[in-house]
């Protein structure tokens, strides 16, 4: 399958790396290419910058975001949220008609950790998203656990542990569930209804930072028990 | 040990109910006791009003904000969210020096289900009970499932999920964690750290409404997978 890749970061990167090992056709959305692959320093929690983890991932293709994701059957949006709707922006039309999973979290880091962030309670970044994309059909999901369990779930007790989907359009969802359990394997997912559920699965990354800073390690997720 | 719980809801009720069968001195405080004895209405979920639970839980004493605190060891915020502030500042100085285990929370219900949050993200219920009763040593906990599993954790799947605990007081919080595994059987307790934590926990629980009305059944907790 052809999927765009909106962001270059880890996130962006590991999902397109599993993707491509998996013989899919990825491309990796970025607003300028060129100066993307320029930047040689790390990013602020010590991971590679692109242009050096492209070097061992050649397969994946490096373009605009618009390019990325023109010709894509799925977008992926794993951008810093703070560029999330730039970038969504930049990809315009060729989102129209798409499942766009909106894997970004509204993350507030200027007062430090643990982030605080940008958007809640009665709105949510995945909502923002699908107004600057209306015609795109966006899935809200995996936006609560790190990039290694995203797409790899039973690194983690096996994958005994619960992803969630919301999202208006019921097909897309469908589509999005499929994918998650076939590509990367997860096995619990709950479809929690309609976008604004967003507000909730974006709040949850509020306490995965708490958590995160209170263990100091990010190999962690939620199971709903029941 | 004398214990004072505010609120005369079903979670007051349950909690109450539980402590008062294992042998402690229970009292429940509320602004008018008179008043809370003459409604024979249930609430808006169809639980008994207080004077019905309290005739085969006569053990159970009524009394006072103040009065339910006096005098006891620990006490309890069992309240709706939306009358936490004025529960505790009616309490008042009875607070002072003792474990406040603060488990309610910040729900809005004025747009219906599911509810939105009066406070959270840079603030939180629980640091706002911090406030109202500066002498307290307020612990955040048991406000991430029903009042069914607060007080029997191993109802559901033998009690193989989490519970967070947050607070700026060391000691109350080993208190408070003692209690619950002893009183309640709690097994998996997280301490996340100062009170600020309640921001997420109680942001958690915009999920936890969520998934209730997805599912439409209320007996599910949160486990952290590590």
Redesign the interface.
Known sequence: MKIGILGTGVVGQTIAGKLASLGHEVTVGTRDPAATLKKTEKDGMGNAPFSEWHKSNSKVKLDTFANAAAGAEMVLVATNGMATLDAVKAAGKELDGKVLMDISNPLDFSKGM?P??FV???DSLGEQVQKAAPNAKVVKTLNTVNAWLMVDPGK??GG??TMFVCGNDAAAKAKAVSFLKEAFGWKDI????DLT?A???E??V??W???F???N?P????????
Do not use: C, E
């Open positions: 643990p605080s962030l809640t309670n009665t983690l007790q005994d542990h709950m479809d929690l209804g559920n507000r909730a699965t709040g949850l509020a306490l930072a708490r958590i800073v209170s263990t390690q190999m962690f997720a939620f199971k709903v028990v029941r």
